[in-house]
Structure formats: C-alpha cells, structure tokens
C-alpha cells in the first residue's frame, strides 16, 4: 500500500472517527478530530479526494464551525440565544451567478427573490441575505414576474407547486438533496431520515441536513417539509417559526400536532 493511499485512509478515519463524537455529542473531541481531518484533507491531491466517499466529504467541508462551538447542546437540552446574538448572525450572500432581485412581503416576512439569466437563483428571507451583495432590480425580469407571481398564489391557498425555472448553484451533493425536496406533496412532509434514504444513503442524516440548510430557494424548493424523525421541527434557515407557518398555511401541523 502507498503513502498516498495511507493517507487517504487515515483521513477517512478521522472523518469517521470525528462523526462519532458527534453523535456522542462530545463537542470538544468532535472539534479536535475534525480540525486533523481538515488538515490532512487540505494536503491530498485533488483526484485523491474524490476517493474519499462524497457523505464524508460534505460533513468535513459544509459542517461549519458553530456546530463544533461551545454552545452546542447536549441532547434534552434548548439553547438559550441572546437578541443580540441572533442580530449578529451571519447573513448569506447573493449567488454570483444572479443578475436582478425583488423584494415583496409575505405572511411569513420580507422576501427577496433573486433571478439569473436561467431562472430563479435564490429566494431568501431578507433579514438573512446580507443587503450589499444583492443586484439591481429590474421590473421586467420575466423569472422574477413569474415567481412573484406563483409565490402570492401560494400564500392565497391558490397554488400547490410551482412551474418557475430554477438555477440553484451548490455542490453535486447539495443539488442532489435538493432535487428531493420538491417531489415532497404540498401539504406533507418527510424526515431527514427518509430524504437520506431517497438518496441511497440513510446515515447521511447530518450531511442531508446540512445540504437542505444550505438551500437556496426556500419555499420554492421546500426544504420546511423536512422535518425530525419524531415529528419535531428542526433546522430551518429562516428560523422555526417561519417553518411552522408554512407548514401551518399548507395544513400539516394541523393534523400533525394538534
């Protein structure tokens, strides 16, 4: 066996091993494990990465550090977060790729859709999109016309899909768990569990997760009908209560949760 393949196997190991601390919720080995894997991933070739199982692969890369954080909470436990610190959450950028954006209201807050020369590239909720990276407007962008459009539609109860070309930008991976976000019926739901399934893959729970976070085209593509295995509500961009509104304007929790 060559060095080059040795390494490749102690950084799978490492991944591995850092995943199981996390399931063990040991925070600080979790942390410690990870940062080793990272440093011996940056050091592989290219093609050599790719030999590396793609689930391992985003867990290492898209897991970010506030997960690994000292906050990070035992299982039983709720997180106390400070107003202050929800107001310096890091907001996301516009994708490079959009050229117009639009803001409109919504039952669920401001909303800011965004258009590329293909289709809708991103719709966010405006105090999570940092305001310096999004494009001009533009009135007659057709894409943007249409998913304004649909969107009122669907928060009047008059539509239940959407017809709007899309362009989301992401890896292979997130794409993939995307493409299995919009099949789920309006007015349903699946778990986390299940998505990885659907995938081929039913331990890549976290890397799903991870993938449906980094979404973005929220309800468009509707990554608030995934939820926990037990029938919670967990991991939403736009925060859980927004992600309990929608699923309470399409009628799930309603029959879910009483």
Avoid at 14 to 33: F, G, M, P, T, V
Avoid at 60 to 70: C, D, I, N, Q, V
Avoid at 115 to 130: A, C, L, N
Avoid at 230 to 251: C, I, M, P, V, Y
Wanted: include cysteine; charged fraction near 35%; charge should be positive.
């Amino acid at each position: 066996m060559s060095l080059r393949t040795e390494k490749i196997k102690e950084v799978v190991g490492k991944i591995r091993k850092a995943r199981k601390y996390w399931d063990a919720h040991r925070n600080k080995a979790a942390r410690r494990e990870r940062e080793l894997a990272l440093e011996l991933y940056s050091e592989l070739l290219e093609e050599e990465k790719k030999e590396i199982p793609e689930q391992l692969r985003v867990w290492l890369r898209y897991r970010s550090e506030k997960y690994f954080g000292a906050e990070r909470t035992s299982p039983g436990q709720r997180r106390a977060q400070s107003k202050k610190l929800a107001k310096t959450k890091k907001r996301a950028h516009a994708p490079r790729h959009s050229i117009a954006s639009r803001r409109i209201n919504s039952p669920v807050g401001s909303l800011v859709i965004l258009s590329s020369r293909k289709g809708i590239s991103g719709v966010y909720f405006s105090d999570r999109i940092e305001r310096s990276s999004l494009p001009e407007g533009n009135d007659k962008d057709r894409f943007l016309n249409q998913a304004e459009a649909e969107l009122g539609e669907y928060f009047r109860g008059e539509r239940t899909s959407f017809t709007v070309s899309l362009d989301p930008k992401g890896s292979e991976f997130q794409r993939d768990a995307w493409r299995q976000l919009s099949p789920i019926p309006y007015g349903e739901t699946i778990s986390y569990c299940e998505q990885a399934r659907r995938m081929g893959d039913f331990k890549a729970v976290r890397a799903v997760a991870a993938a449906n976070g980094a979404n973005p085209i929220s309800i468009i593509i509707p990554c608030h009908r995934v939820i926990g295995k037990n029938g919670s509500l967990t991991g939403f961009g736009g925060g859980l209560d927004r992600k309990e509104k929608l699923l309470r304007l399409e009628g799930v929790l309603l029959d879910l949760f009483g």
